[in-house]
């Protein structure tokens, strides 16, 4: 792959929620993706991620395990209600996340890493034309996803990726220049 491939690659990934739910992805596509996370950059070679591909039924485990406890957790019943099936709006929620580094500064590295990761989870769904929508874990609702997922205590949610088979074509987006600060002594 040359510059200009990469480029056009990176400029076609969309974030996109209009996916047939019903339409599952062909086999060994799930363990494709996560392998490409595990090439992100890694400080200290410490392979803090962590994976679980909701699918099925459990899309709805899982939505009811979110909608439980943003209700614990005082969410509005409507934000309640809405999250009873936002997870069964795609054929795969991919869950990925973060193991704790041993000081606050590796933590922070293995997030980091994690992302990037996540970022190459979604160029390759792009490039088998799959669409993606990086979602974040809702807010007092992390330790109930890791338990759900069988992760450590302690992990942290970094995605809630939805992926699936297009329904239409993601419409282009501008970007801003990018802001480059040349400092030169």
Known sequence: MNFEELRELVRARRTDMMVDKDRALDDGVIEKLCELAM??????????WMF???TGEARERLSNCVADAMAREGDKPE??????TKFQRAPVILIV???QGDTQLRTEENRDAVSAGIQNILLGATSLGLASFWSSCPKGVNDDVANFCNFKLGTHITAMIYLGHPERQAPPIDRPPAKIFKITK
Do not use: I, Q, S, Y
């Open 39 to 48: 090439w992100a950059p890694n400080h200290k070679l410490t392979f803090p």
């Open 52 to 54: 679980a591909a909701v």
């Open 79 to 84: 934000k309640v209600a809405k999250a009873r």
């Open 97 to 99: 996340g973060t193991d």
